[in-house]
């Protein structure tokens, strides 16, 4: 079972919705408890989720329970949803006013826009209503995993803490998995794969690697998977490895964004990234081999800080022994005849003198 939207409701294991306790002091109305989900023989039952495996043009029955936890009756609406992934690789789940365009557009309740009215909790338990849909499979559906939901609405009115009115939807959904049958083909896909370097201040201590790229199921088949992404230094040196979390849910051809920090990364000048997403398979899906994908980038960590220190370090010793030789160099003081002023030197005398007369 599946909360799609329930703000400020909560999702509760057993698939249920109630206001978070922000609800109750911020004037919204509403304060109920209620869930959804598979039933059989007029009750819920263990199922988690509804699952089945079907060719084009079959049709597919089924029971849907609404419970009511609560100590008054609710009225609620209920409407079949597409199930897919949002732009950020999140499960979502369409709205009551959005037009259906997968398995969604299948389901057929008894009611186009059913509302039901579920009894208060009694003394032997919640009270229900017990909502029966069908599933017609077109003759033009594609082969492999489709999701659809059924989606019961609380929809009450209120003033949020600015004093405006309101309204809020509080919505729950019990999940729809149906497989087409035809050839099926696995696969998770890396792409739009980059790195970037973020250099630490101290030119002496590692920095950070940040890996960004998409996971993009280009199969047929909804996916999970383990991711694993390395960094590694020029010639294997330096080798980290980081293990984002697991990807929950990935429908076919839907894809969901990833950004990684790898730490403790030297700059090594040359570096090389490698990704790798090891697919796993559902436990209401029959095993089947699907590849590993991997991706891989090199990259340049230049330790420009390091390199700068060691030239600014380059530059003293150059000019302390550049002040030193010119100071080897310099003439003494007073002029080259010493300290004292000139040295006056007498004009040797002739060997031989002689007397000039005039």
Not at 50 to 59: A, E, L, N
Not at 192 to 208: D, I, K, M
Not at 261 to 275: C, I, N, T, Y
Not at 319 to 327: C, M
Request: proline share 9%.
């Amino acid at each position: 079972m599946l909360l799609a939207l329930a703000t400020p409701a909560v999702a509760s294991p057993s698939g249920s919705a109630s206001p978070s306790p922000s609800a109750s002091g911020s004037g919204l109305a509403g304060r109920a408890t209620f869930g959804v989900g598979p039933a059989t023989l007029g009750s819920i039952d263990q199922r988690g989720y509804f699952s089945s495996v079907r060719g084009v043009g079959s049709i597919y029955k089924d029971h849907t329970a609404v419970i009511n936890y609560g100590p008054a009756p609710l009225t609620l609406s209920v409407f079949a949803a597409d199930l897919g992934n949002g732009d950020g690789g999140a499960i979502t789940v369409g709205l009551q006013s959005q037009t259906t365009t997968d398995a969604g557009s299948w389901v057929a309740l008894p009611a186009k826009n059913l509302v039901v009215t579920v009894p208060a909790r009694g003394k032997v338990g919640p009270g229900r209503v017990i909502v029966p849909f069908r599933i017609t499979v077109p003759d033009n559906a594609a082969p492999g995993d489709h999701g659809a939901a059924i989606v019961a609405v609380l929809s009450t009115l209120g003033k949020n803490p600015k004093g405006e009115n309101v309204r809020l939807d509080q919505r729950v959904a019990s999940r729809i998995y149906l497989r087409v049958n035809g050839p099926l083909h696995p696969g998770l896909r890396i792409e739009n794969l980059s790195v970037s370097y973020r250099q630490s201040w101290n030119p002496l201590h590692a920095g950070t690697a940040i890996v960004r790229y998409t996971v993009h199921n280009v199969g047929n088949v909804r996916l999970s998977g383990r991711q694993a992404v390395s960094v590694t230094g020029l010639f294997g040196t330096s080798s980290k490895v980081v293990t984002p979390a697991d990807l929950q849910l990935l429908f076919p051809g839907a894809s969901a964004p990833v950004s990684v920090q790898v730490g403790g990364v030297f700059p090594a000048l040359f570096e090389r990234s490698k990704v790798t997403v090891t697919p796993s398979l559902f436990t209401d899906q029959r095993p089947m081999p699907v590849p590993t994908a991997t991706a891989a980038r090199s990259f340049t960590a230049v330790p420009w800080l390091l390199i700068a220190a060691v030239l600014l370090l380059a530059l003293l010793v150059l000019l302390v022994w550049w002040l030193r030789r010119r100071a080897t160099r310099r003439p003494p003081r007073g002029g080259r005849h010493g300290r004292g002023g000139p040295v006056l030197t007498p004009s040797p005398r002739p060997r031989n003198p002689e007397t000039i007369a005039s």
